[in-house]
């Protein structure tokens, strides 16, 4: 036992090692370079919108062979089609988000100028899930480039064909000192969250965004967090059901719900759950055409995680909860987890305390909007939130009253493929934001620069002090 413990210290201090010479190569390069100028950013970009395009069939066949099957049009529109108009969008806006801008001053400080001036941070480190293991590393990687910076990235290790395929496409086009791909599993994650990035951006779970936060304040590292939570829908009474019902459907099973900002239970006004549960059916039954094991339907990605998708129903149902499932049950040998919907649900259940992220929607009714308040404001902010009402006024009033990460009023998930809308939670759902011109400032130091002329104003208040000193300071605090 003493023999393996003692292997097992020795495989952490040689990770440690290999990492810190990552890393220390691309401080160093960072340090001895001047940084990139947009031409030089642009052709960083044009890469990887080249990798992405042109490996778009080998990248869906690795997630498939990662998931054991993922639907080919959900990973091309999600993983590659998304990410390639975030990728296009930084590009062609890249020009003036690097340009400095002008501030006005104050009177006492004329005849100064002064400006921000954007520049790159330095060394980046992006930790990527699994579930959209294309686009959460491609999506933060463009964004860190487009500031200029280096980047190491470290992709999920339950995506192991995927990942490996990145890492050969990344590694293939760019040099080490410029972007690095870091494999492995827990160990090697804990070991990157610990290097002294100039910043760190990992999405992820709650639960794991808080180890990586407590790693990365022993070096003071700012860190984005991309977590998850409980999103809520809300469906008002003025709102149809059958449209709501494929609207929620959509979002929920999209990936087999695998996504952390899918719809993770519905909240009915003037709606029977039984009705809406009718109406989800409804949809199932159009969407995958009776039966989900044809090739529209992802599977779930690991055995652990099919495990507790099915403890949770099995809780659920111990609680008193009705478990509905449209087309079929669940089966382990190939991971297929068919959508769920549950009815008769109450608040102690696992489905209504943890966040889902599997293709399970709990359906609960409610007496009135401030009910429907009152219930998402007692349980942590969400990443997203979803509204379904025509009436503006009540509409208005739920996003006034409720604070989400991120809002999409009657649809659901569209928000996060928009580039000019930030991205990014709020409080256990995480903090800072990206996408767009947001993905750019925060790889960026915005510096604040203040260039004085050569007869200040400011002079005026050197000491010796004086009478005309006396008047100045009297102006001031006018």
Not at 24 to 53: C, D, I, Y
Not at 313 to 334: H, K, M, N, W, Y
């Amino acid at each position: 036992m003493r023999l393996e413990t003692a292997a097992a210290e020795q495989n952490v201090v040689a990770l440690a090692n290999t990492l810190d010479t990552v890393f220390e190569r691309q401080r160093q390069a960072f340090r001895q370079n001047p940084p990139p100028g947009r031409r030089q950013r642009v052709r960083s970009l044009k890469t990887l919108e080249s990798l992405l395009r042109d490996h778009r069939t080998a990248l869906s066949h690795a997630m498939a062979a990662d998931f054991g099957h993922r639907s080919r049009h959900e990973a091309l529109i999600a993983d590659v089609a998304v990410t390639l108009k975030e990728i296009r969008h930084t590009r062609q806006h890249l020009r003036s988000w690097m340009r400095s801008r002008p501030v006005s001053l104050s009177a006492e400080a004329w005849p100064a100028k002064a400006w921000l001036q954007y520049q790159p941070l330095g060394v980046v480190g992006v930790m990527a899930p699994w579930n959209y293991p294309v686009n959460l590393v491609f999506a933060p990687l463009a964004a860190a480039l487009a500031a200029g910076n280096r980047v190491m990235v470290k992709p999920s290790e339950h995506t192991p064909e995927t990942s490996r395929l990145m890492e050969e496409l990344l590694t293939g086009a760019f040099d080490a000192t410029e972007v690095a791909v870091v494999q492995g599993g827990v160990e090697v994650s804990a070991a990157f969250s610990a290097l002294p990035f100039d910043h760190l951006f990992f999405t992820g779970s709650p639960q794991v965004g808080r180890l990586v936060m407590r790693a990365a304040a022993a070096n003071l590292t700012p860190v984005t967090l991309e977590l998850g939570g409980k999103s809520p829908a809300v469906v008002a009474k003025d709102y149809g059901l059958e449209d709501a019902a494929g609207r929620i459907g959509m979002g929920r099973w999209f990936n087999a719900g695998q996504t952390c900002i899918a719809p993770d239970y519905v909240l009915l006004e003037g709606h029977s759950p039984s009705a809406f549960a009718e109406a989800l059916g409804n949809y199932l039954y159009q969407a995958y055409q009776g039966r989900p094991d044809g090739g529209d339907y992802t599977h779930i990605i690991n055995d652990a995680q099919f495990r507790r998708l099915e403890a949770m129903l099995e809780d659920a149902q111990a609680r008193g909860a009705t478990v509905l499932q449209p087309l079929g049950s669940p089966d382990p040998g190939s991971r297929l987890f068919p959508p769920a919907i549950v009815t008769d649900v109450s608040d102690e259940m696992r489905v209504m305390q943890e966040e889902i992220f599997g293709p399970i929607l709990p359906l609960l009714e409610v007496d009135g909007l401030e009910q429907a308040i009152a219930h998402i404001n007692a349980g942590t902010r969400p990443l997203a939130m979803y509204l379904f009402t025509n009436n503006r006024k009540r509409g208005r009033k739920l996003l006034e009253r409720t604070v989400a990460g991120g809002v999409s009023w009657n649809d659901t998930l569209i928000h996060f493929a928009e580039p000019d809308l930030p991205f990014g939670g709020v409080g256990d759902s995480g903090m800072g934001q990206y996408h767009g011109h947001d993905g750019f400032l925060t790889f960026s130091k915005k510096k604040p620069v203040l260039k004085q002329a050569r007869w200040p104003a400011t002079a005026l208040l050197r000491p010796p002090y004086g009478k005309l000193a006396d008047r100045v300071v009297r102006w001031l605090l006018k």
